[in-house]
């Protein structure tokens, strides 16, 4: 699709974007996927911590025609100049968990599911040359690149579960372009190198299994400031994505919303605001150091 970009998201430290209340054991979970039941970030999440980078505050949106058009604008007093915002952010989903590893310290893992879902948003999004789909992968294995960090001898152990590494080269390619797309730049060619070396397509089940069981899990606390101990009800665990996360999403730009005549274009829109890579905060609990992530944009023109 036509001035269709992909952004990611690569978290810098645990991030939480939640959901309120939960039921079960952890009192507050993350936002989940309700078919897969992996955990994403809210399209709506993004958008609105993106336009807060800008400054996009109702008169800032007025004064900047660029920013009103990009995210929106509420209709003025005296002037009904109202606009929906022409940057459409889709929900980041999961491309790759950070599981701890025996060699390698951790491994970015993902799943051919996973790739085949990614891969057809990228499609969408109007890249060409990409790898092909990830084949299956057995119960018992690990598909593993060839300059893997991962194996010993010939084995992957991966948190509590032991696996026989195989070297596959849909595995490595996928593991270079995806190394292209986060880290991009020439001050990030050691990340892509570290990259290569750790990413591990799971199967699908294994998948599953770690991305409920794989996310942080912390136990809160608030402490009476007279007694020094908890207070009565104030224990709490909460859930995060892990450090070094990646999800990926599509930011779709097909319109400009406005009557104005001399309107930015959708093109003049995506290469303002989605083009240079950006440093935010996401999700709740920012005060204790939550959700600090890297996000970059990848254009169909520069992934060919």
């Known amino acids: 699709m036509e001035n269709t970009v992909v952004y990611w998201l690569h ?9 309120g209340q939960g ?8 936002h989940r996927d309700k078919v897969t039941g992996w955990p ?4 709506s999440a993004f958008k609105g911590v993106w336009a807060n980078h800008f400054g996009a505050t ?22 009904n100049a109202s606009n929906a915002g022409a940057l459409i952010p889709t929900d980041a989903r999961l491309v790759c968990l950070p599981v701890r590893s025996f060699q390698g310290t951790f491994a970015w893992c993902t799943s051919p599911l996973a790739l085949e879902m990614l891969r057809r948003d990228l499609s969408l999004a109007g890249m060409a040359n990409l790898p092909p789909d990830a084949p299956s992968v057995a119960e018992s294995e690990i598909h593993r690149t060839k300059t893997t960090k991962l194996e010993d001898n010939g084995r992957i152990f991966l948190e509590d579960l032991d696996f026989a590494g195989k070297e596959c080269a849909t595995t490595t390619a996928w593991a270079k372009r995806l190394a292209e797309w ?37 136990a ?12 009565q009800g104030q224990l709490w665990n909460e859930e995060a994505l892990p450090a070094e996360t ?13 009557r104005e005549s001399n309107s930015a274009t959708a093109s003049d829109v995506v290469r303002e605001f989605a083009t240079k890579p950006l440093a935010l905060q996401i999700g709740g609990k920012a005060t204790v150091g939550r959700g600090r992530v890297r996000c970059v944009f990848t254009h169909a023109s520069e992934a060919r």
């Open 58 to 79: 109702e008169d800032n949106r007025r004064a900047n025609q660029k920013l009103g058009l990009a995210f929106g604008r509420a209709s003025d007093r005296e002037i």
């Open 40 to 43: 994403l970030i809210p399209g």
């Open 220 to 231: 809160r606390v608030r402490v009476d400031d007279d007694l020094k101990t908890v207070k």
């Open 23 to 30: 039921v079960g054991y952890i009192d507050l979970p993350i």
């Open 11 to 19: 978290a810098l430290s645990p991030t939480h974007v939640g959901t």
């Open 182 to 218: 986060v880290f991009p730049g020439d001050e990030n060619k050691a990340w892509r190198e570290r990259f290569v070396e750790r990413l591990a397509v799971l199967p699908d089940t294994i998948f599953d299994f770690l991305t409920e069981t794989g996310t942080e899990v912390s």
């Open 246 to 258: 990646i999800l990926a999403g599509l930011v779709c730009c097909d319109r400009i919303y406005s």
